[in-house]
């Protein structure tokens, strides 16, 4: 049982590229989000998914597409890297019948956006 | 929107309490805290229901106090493992049932 399993675990990106981050989870866990970590801003809600074909936004979603195809894998797009976007990224599952309970988070995936 | 954490920072000696407020301007729903390591992922800690109940993990419990929107972590007599940075997440009434916010966090720090 591996869990939540993203990568890579470190990516350096140039201004104006593209990219995925993957994350998948092998609990069978409806629920999975994303989350970006900064430093004094906590963990913000990226985008998230409810299960295989619906996904909705978060609290920061500009920038960033997602695609929920099938129930183990939930990838992250950055279309367009900018600096801003340089952060911690973690993807997290959850079992759900009624909205997201423990969450379990990957390991994290540190991105720099030179 | 983000609920508001507070103290952003404390800091204990072994045995001592503290108490961390998580606080949210609209109605909430639930009340998820979680503990993060320097450098590892977020550990789900306990998940409050909004009907006031208590839960408590080890010698770590919680309140939740929907009429006040609410809630608080407290830290009894506080272990060197209790170290690292305490979120809470909220989910409101009114929002997406999937959608769950963390506040900034708090850091704890606990010396021997």
């Known amino acids: 049982n591996a869990g939540v399993t993203q990568t890579p675990k470190f990516q350096v990106l140039k201004t104006g590229q593209s990219m995925t981050l993957q994350c998948a989870q092998d609990?069978?866990?409806?629920?999975m989000s994303w989350y970006r970590q900064d430093p004094g801003m906590g963990l913000r809600l990226i985008h998230y998914?409810?299960?295989?074909?619906?996904?909705d936004q978060g609290e920061v979603p500009n920038g960033y597409n997602v695609s929920r195809s099938t129930t183990e894998d939930f990838p992250l797009r950055l279309l367009s890297a900018a600096p801003s976007q340089t952060s911690v990224y973690f993807c997290?599952?959850?079992?759900?019948?009624?909205?997201?309970?423990?969450?379990?988070f990957g390991e994290g995936s540190r991105l720099t956006v030179l | 929107q983000q609920p508001v954490q507070s103290p952003q920072a404390v800091i204990l000696r072994e045995g001592e309490d503290a108490v961390i407020n998580c606080s949210s301007s609209?109605?909430?729903?639930?009340v998820h805290w979680y503990r993060q390591k320097h450098g590892e992922a977020p550990v789900f800690l306990m998940i409050?229901?909004?009907?006031?109940e208590q839960k408590g993990h080890e010698k770590i419990s919680a309140s939740f106090n929907e009429k006040k929107q609410q809630s608080s972590l407290y830290l009894t007599a506080s272990q060197l493992s209790y170290s690292g940075t305490y979120f809470c997440?909220?989910?409101?009434?009114?929002?997406?049932?999937?959608?769950?916010?963390f506040g900034a966090g708090t850091q704890v720090v606990v010396t021997p």
């Open positions: 997290a599952s959850s079992y759900s019948s009624a909205g997201p309970g423990e969450l379990f």
């Open positions: 998914s409810v299960g295989a074909g619906i996904t």
């Open positions: 409050l229901l909004k009907g006031g």
């Open positions: 609209k109605a909430l729903y639930s």
């Open positions: 997440g909220t989910r409101m009434t009114t929002d997406s049932w999937g959608k769950l916010q």
């Open positions: 609990m069978n866990h409806e629920y």
